[in-house]
């Protein structure tokens, strides 16, 4: 990963806020940063998509409380139109609805409006890349609702009992979930991207493709979230750890 301030090319940005004093203030922020270059500017979501055809810039800094076409409307139409191009979120908002709303748009990134001038370039570079951050609160959130949310589709009634938790989870049926793809189900409850995943376990991003989209048919889960939510509900990973 080419982190801002090591030798490389220019991560390209559009910053997206619609109070001016803010987008304004990042922009002088991110000029600040070695190794970013903002290339442009949006007061809303609309303008956001406008400068990803145009400016196709690396990644676009979202906020999400706009007027007109909102952050999550924005990064949906963004990830969808121009793959190209990475979102990651920066608002004041830490709520539930907000952090699985933008993830599910397809944001990489998720940070609050306090978070630091490293943490902000740090997200930034990490999506360039194809890597995910999230703040740690946003992140303790996201399993918090995987954990309370209702059962993916598929899933079986209820968690495992304290001996199939203590011994490690089994699929209810032999076969339902390979020994690889329990690996990466893991992993994606402790939050990594499907990059870090390949490097964890040494195979391609091509390979975690495929088990994660065979995590996704066998769980009945539409997206991260849900596979989240099914590795908890089922023992497959630590509420705790």
Known sequence: MTEPGMPGEQVTVVVADDQSAVREGLVLLLGTLPGIAVV???????????LAATARPQVVLMDLNMPGCDGVTATAR???????TRVVVLTTYADDESIIGALRAGALGYLTKDASRSEI????????????????SVQQRLLNAAVRAPEAPGAPAGPPSGAQA?????????G????????????????QSNRE???TLFVSEATVKTHVNRIFAKTGSRD??????????????????
């Open 121 to 136: 370039g740090r997200a930034i570079a990490a999506a360039a890349a194809g890597q995910a951050i999230l703040d740690p």
């Open 224 to 241: 991260r979230v849900q596979a989240i939510h099914y590795a908890y509900s089922n023992g497959y990973a630590d509420p705790g750890g």
């Open 40 to 50: 442009g500017q949006a007061a809303d979501g609309a303008a956001a998509v406008e």
């Open 78 to 84: 963004i990830t969808a139109e121009y793959p190209g």
């Open 176 to 191: 339902e979930l390979t020994p690889r793809e329990v690996d990466v189900l893991r992993l994606i409850a402790a939050g």
């Open 197 to 199: 995943i390949a490097r």
């Open 166 to 174: 203590a011994a490690g989870p089994a699929p209810a049926d032999p």
